[in-house]
């Protein structure tokens, strides 16, 4: 078994594909739209489908706003430098709400932070060198 992919639903798909993009360098791997069923679906990711896990962006076109709900938490992403990747991404516009740092309440090592994309979703940083 392998998981594929994390579904997201955006409510401006070409807002949201900038920042995934640009901001957090992903690759759009592909994008479909489905007119009669009035959706888009555009994935995104750092490597080919057949060996990376993707994120799936789904935007339905009459509808302009989701609540984010208190279940979700957040997606994870690696990054070689915390501190560097959150200077890169104010940078280029994107909004980090908790700065790079050590993991509160651990003793751990792991250095973390959180950013938010277009739609409110986190999206934590990760050091490579963790212990989590």
């Known amino acids: ?12 798909l070409s807002k949201s594909v900038e ?10 791997l592909r994008q479909q739209d489905y007119p009669q069923g ?15 896990t993707a994120l799936e962006l789904t935007h339905n076109w009459d509808t302009d706003h989701y609540e984010l709900g208190d279940a979700y938490g957040h997606i994870a992403i690696e990054v070689e430098d ?14 980090v709400v908790r700065e790079a740092g ?4 651990s003793t751990s090592g792991t250095i973390l932070a959180f950013v938010k994309d277009p739609d ?4 934590e940083l990760l050091s490579p060198k963790r212990s989590d």
């Open 102 to 105: 050590p993991m509160k309440n």
């Open 120 to 123: 409110g979703y986190m999206i």
């Open 38 to 52: 009035r959706f888009t679906l555009a994935f995104l990711g750092y490597g080919d489908e057949s060996q990376h």
């Open 82 to 95: 915390v501190y560097q990747a959150c200077a890169a991404i104010k940078a280029k516009g994107g909004e």
């Open 19 to 28: 920042f995934y993009t640009k901001t957090l360098e992903m690759k759009l």
């Open 1 to 12: 078994m392998r998981l594929l992919h994390t579904m997201l639903r955006v409510t401006d």
